[in-house]
């Protein structure tokens, strides 16, 4: 008897197509029996100390195997098992006459349930926190950790959530896709799953049910799972995967629209450790480059000898190119204990970005100094903007301050709804705004980005985010100025379109999404993507907006 087709819906994490059968990953180690420990309390401790030991060795050596977000995710979970905290609560568990498995997972549990009672980012950290746990708990038994299964063939691997060590090592020639039943866009199985190009979604209710073996269509563009497809599903998901593959394989051309519109499609950088594979993916430069790595973690800000050396090997690494650097943006989620630790309710509304670095600008001037240094020593085409720009007067703040250090194109983020509004004004003295639609989504839904419970407002296709957005590209074609996306919608396919109907010249995003963004800008041209434009900014809501201009599209999208 067939299968009968279903859908389970998620989050998309990158753009493509996986077809292929499931395979899971192996369940949870049960739950420690709440048994009296017949060793005595050193002995236990001793076993917990050993144990600890040993996993947090085992995820340093799998950090060492890896780069970029995957290292620093394995480093930090070997913190996580290391952390003095836990270890003096798992001691007094282990003193009360409790198991070291018992007291493990007890300790662990109440840390994790901290985590989750945080929201957002904070929470979704818990996953992380769990496998920690999970490892420790198997090495105390003798056992192996659960992790990835192993297969002969490809597959599509189904999970309730997947753990940092076993993303950052997963096998690419066998996994085709990753469907969890936990997770958010924010969440590390995503960060890794895009950083891998991977096909994936992540908090698919229903997941938890798929079998073995049973065939699956993972669309990530949609974010949908198709269980049991029909011929003509399957015929359509391969042909979908074999013209992704084409574009992979063969797509390092400029950006460009069908009619020959250029669109350079430009990298988010985090540190100049990514400039080979922003190159590698085609890259037409760097469109944003976060400063902020040199920074965080330090007790004192970087000297200007320090700054120097890190962008003059990024700008050596895009000769002749276009490098947008932003200069620091600190405060909200990345607070600096030497830039701004006073307590703020709401920090995302504080001291953060460039308000910070003028409350405190001999650091701004240290930067403006090095960046000036390095672009005099190098051939890229340097670009400097600043963070959380709000008003006309912190418009010509910036753009005097950074010139008079001889920096000849200096712009602006608008992430702020005001500066949108002012766009006009505000390009008739900046050289370029580029828009951050993380940060414009969230001030203009009113809704913190990092707080779980308000997540789903947090959607870029919302369109009164998307009419801001048109004000910009208005003011800077009134203004012949250059006007870039470099915020997560840059790297949606089909709202890359829409972005470019809206009036923006650049866009900006992780490599893993050069090819997809470049193959579906091929598909329009100018006038076909305002007339999207147009469609979306009729719309109500986010949702609407995006099932509006999927049925207008045409040709269909990837």
Known sequence: MAETTTQLTGAGIGQGVALGRVL?????????????????PDEEKA????????????????????????????EAQSMMAEDSTLADDVATRID?????????????????????????????????LDDVAQRVIAALAGRP????????????????????????????????GLVTREGGPTSHTAILAREKAIVAIVGVAGADSLADGTEVIVDAASGTVTVAPADDQRADAQHRIEERAAALAGGLEPGAL??????????????????QKALDAGAEGVGLFRTEFLFLDQRMAPTVEQQREHYIALLSAFPGKKVVVRVLDAGADKPLAFLNDAHEDNPALGLRGLRALRANEDL????????????????????????????????????????????????????VPSAALLADRVLQTAAFASIGTNDLTQYTLA???????????????????????????????????????????????????????????TLSMSPAALADVRLSLTRYTLDQARALAEVALAADGAAEARDAVRAAATPPPQ
């Open 24 to 40: 899971r990953m192996s369940d949870p180690l049960p739950e420690p029996a709440e048994t009296p420990s017949t060793r005595t």
């Open 47 to 74: 076993r917990v100390a050993e144990a600890v030991a040993a996993v947090a060795d085992d995820l340093r050596s799998r950090a060492a195997k890896v780069t970029g977000v995957a290292a620093d995710v394995l």
């Open 96 to 128: 009360g006459g409790t198991t070291a498995e018992r007291a493990v997972f007890e300790g662990f549990a109440v840390f994790r349930d901290m985590l989750i009672d945080l929201g957002g980012y904070m929470g979704e950290r818990a996953t992380d």
């Open 145 to 176: 950790a659960p992790g990835v299964p192993e297969s002969d063939e490809p597959y599509v691997l189904v999970a309730h959530d997947l753990a940092p060590a076993d993303t950052a090592l997963l096998d690419l020639t066998k996994v085709l």
């Open 258 to 275: 069908a009619d020959g519109t250029p669109i350079p499609l430009l990298a988010n950088l985090g540190s100049a450790d990514g400039t």
């Open 364 to 415: 701004l001037r240290e930067q403006l100094t090095a960046l000036a240094e390095a672009d005099a020593a190098t051939e890229a085409d340097l670009w400097v903007m600043a963070p959380m720009v709000s008003t006309v007067e912190e418009t010509r703040y910036f753009v005097e301050l950074a010139t008079g250090y001889g920096l000849k194109t200096v712009g602006v983020m608008v992430e």
């Open 447 to 505: 809704a913190d980005r990092l707080l779980g419970s308000v997540a789903g407002f947090q959607d870029p296709w919302h369109p009164a985010v998307l009419r801001l957005i048109g004000e910009v590209g208005a003011a800077g074609a009134a203004h012949g100025k250059p006007v870039g996306i470099c915020g997560e919608a840059a790297a949606d396919p089909l709202l890359a379109v829409v972005l470019v109907g809206l009036g923006a010249t």
